[in-house]
């Protein structure tokens, strides 16, 4: 069971650019599916992007043609390069671990704050 750890959050200006980490401690980490959700005050979380363990990836409507997702199987870590920031992401993020057999794990979250 892999325990993923989130980096990389901070402040920004709108338009600019984040990249987070999720590392993930743990065996298999190959076999997860690795999601990005994140969660803004008063709102419920949402998933902003997802990558299968074949590489599929998926994205929120709101974050297609800024945000990518990407992984590193060799390095147990999954990427989300954030482009052209704008204010309404600002939110925490969390990455998640999911296994086929519906075992999820979750990080502690970053922060990510866009200025306007």
């Known amino acids: 069971q892999v325990q993923p750890v989130e980096s990389g959050g901070g402040l920004v200006q709108a338009g600019g650019s984040l990249r987070l980490s999720c590392a993930a401690s743990?065996?298999?980490?190959?076999?997860?599916?690795m999601n990005w959700y994140r969660q803004a005050p008063g709102k419920q979380r949402e998933l902003v992007a997802g990558i299968t363990s074949g590489g599929s990836t998926n994205y929120a409507d709101s974050v297609k043609g800024r945000f990518s997702i990407s992984r590193d199987n060799a390095k147990n870590t999954v990427f989300l390069q954030m482009n052209s920031l704008k204010p309404e992401d600002t939110a925490v993020y969390y990455c998640?671990?999911?296994?086929?057999?519906?075992?999820?794990?979750w990080g502690k979250g970053t922060l990510v704050t866009v200025s306007a």
């Open positions: 743990g065996s298999m980490f190959s076999l997860y599916a």
């Open positions: 998640n671990a999911h296994m086929p057999s519906g075992i999820d794990t």
